[in-house]
């Protein structure tokens, strides 16, 4: 290769070289298209601040009942859940904008149940207490139930809880009335038997066959039992005690006992309330 052909090559190269970097200097980067503008960039991402939310998002709510307290709460014919505070329920998510979803279980597990965010609300006739505040928060109550002394048709001995010392006593296990036998009956008339049950169709059962002397249970709920099973047992003297139920919610969550209570309040204002009393129990709201 002869000098000038190689100084002219050299040439050549550098002008290449040159104007190459001279394109690349003068082009645009190109960009990643850019997402569309929304007025809440985290919408998608952020997660619900309270329970109440979460079930709105979810689009329905988790109530736990026992199934088995007619009228209360029970599976109809077609093993639905039923009843009283099953049709609570149902307004009361209707009016929340959700679906219902019921979970039955035996009433000493679902307090435990709501610990454990296994239901969202309790709606099966949750006694108020000052100890379950403790540990979980109320609605304002929605319903009053007196409860009475219920012994066989043909009992005489027993009138009411003075009558109860050396006698076995039939009660639901976990319940209010299981506390009141043991903090305040017992103390007050002297020692019994405390029977306990996880249903009260067992308990009124062995009532009527005899294994247990008394019961105590509010009017409403064993009068559809004692006409359905035919039992031969009464309620007997004047009512011992007067409990407050209400929707029962895990503790800190206001913005879903405030909704609960706006359902409410609307469906005792819009009479709604007293159509769903009335139906199960056929008497006007004692509340």
Do not use: H
Request: positive net charge; proline residues 4%.
């Amino acid at each position: 290769m002869s000098i000038k052909f190689k100084q002219l090559f050299k040439s050549v190269s550098l002008i290449s070289v040159v104007a190459l970097a001279l394109v690349g200097c003068g082009q645009k980067p190109v960009e990643s298209p850019k997402p569309a503008a929304s007025g809440n960039p985290n919408a998608e991402t952020a997660a619900p601040s309270n329970l109440l939310e979460q079930i709105k998002k979810s689009g329905k709510i988790r109530v736990g009942l026992m199934g088995t307290y007619a009228p209360y709460n029970f599976l109809n014919e077609k093993k639905e859940v039923d009843g009283f505070d099953a049709d609570v329920a149902k307004e009361v998510a209707k009016r929340l904008g959700v679906q219902v979803e019921f979970t039955t279980g035996e009433f000493s597990g679902l307090i435990e149940g709501l610990q454990k965010d296994k239901y969202d609300a309790l709606i099966s006739q949750v006694t108020i207490t000052e100890d379950r505040k403790k540990t979980m928060d109320f609605s304002n109550p929605y319903v009053k139930n007196a409860v009475n002394v219920v012994v066989k048709s043909d009992n005489t001995t027993i009138q009411s809880i003075e009558d109860f010392k050396d006698k076995k006593i039939g009660v639901g296990l976990g319940t209010n009335d299981e506390k009141y036998l043991r903090d305040v009956a017992m103390p007050k008339v002297g020692k019994f038997e405390i029977a306990t049950y996880n249903d009260v169709v067992t308990s009124l059962t062995d009532l009527n066959i005899g294994r247990i002397d008394a019961t105590i249970n509010n009017v409403f709920a064993i009068k559809p039992l004692i006409e359905k099973n035919k039992f031969k047992i009464k309620a007997v003297g004047q009512p011992i005690k007067e409990d407050f139920a209400g929707v029962a919610v895990r503790k800190n969550n206001p913005e879903l006992v405030e909704a609960i209570n706006k359902a409410l309040a609307e469906m005792k204002t819009d009479g709604t309330f007293t159509t769903i009393f009335k139906k199960w129990f056929d008497v006007e709201p004692n509340i």
